[in-house]
């Protein structure tokens, strides 16, 4: 169970820097987003990931979305923020930069399947639960705009 403990920097953790997004399609003036689901987790979280050495932020957001999700025709809508946390391990200080990507892709398959073994599509509304708490929290924070970006004349 994630507590309050994964949202507490201990001293000495190493900082890592990580991004990934809300992914994010039009379906009958529903908005539904990419879950990612690994092997033996119930509940799913929004694709993210480390950025590796030399990659833009918004570029290794696209290639871990393309790894988990299988999606990778995306459109840059906005970038909705950064969130801090420990990594599960405890080992790491994570700072995720997350981005709304739209996208009318609806043949996907995660590229890291041995991983991230399926994705679903998901109502953003009710907010879904997800794994990671600050995720959710990412959700409810910025629904209001997702929701201006993607449905204008709602």
Same mark, same amino acid.
Do not use: C
């Given at each position: ?26 379906? %009958?003036? %529903? ?26 932020? =918004? ?9 988990? $999700?299988? $999606? ?11 969130? =801090? ?41 009710? $907010?879904? %639960? ?5 995720? $959710?929290?990412?959700? =409810? ?14």
């Amino acid at each position: 169970m994630i507590n309050k403990s994964w949202y507490i920097r201990p001293d000495g953790v190493e900082e890592s820097v990580a991004a990934g997004g809300v992914v994010a399609r039009v379906s %009958d003036r %529903d908005i539904l987003i990419a879950i990612a689901k690994e092997k033996n987790y119930e509940i799913g979280v929004l694709p993210k990931g480390h950025v590796e050495h030399g990659e833009s932020i =918004e570029g290794a957001a696209r290639r871990e979305i393309a790894e988990e $999700v299988g $999606v990778e025709d995306l459109q840059l809508v906005s970038k909705l923020g950064v969130k =801090e946390r420990l990594d599960f391990s405890k080992t790491e200080w994570k700072l995720t930069h997350y981005f709304l990507y739209r996208t009318d892709q609806l043949d996907v398959k995660p590229l890291e399947a041995d991983v991230h073994t399926e994705m679903g599509w998901v109502p953003i509304e009710p $907010v879904p %639960d997800l794994f990671w708490p600050e995720q $959710v929290e990412l959700i =409810e924070e910025h629904l209001e705009e997702i929701k201006a970006h993607l449905l204008p004349n709602a």
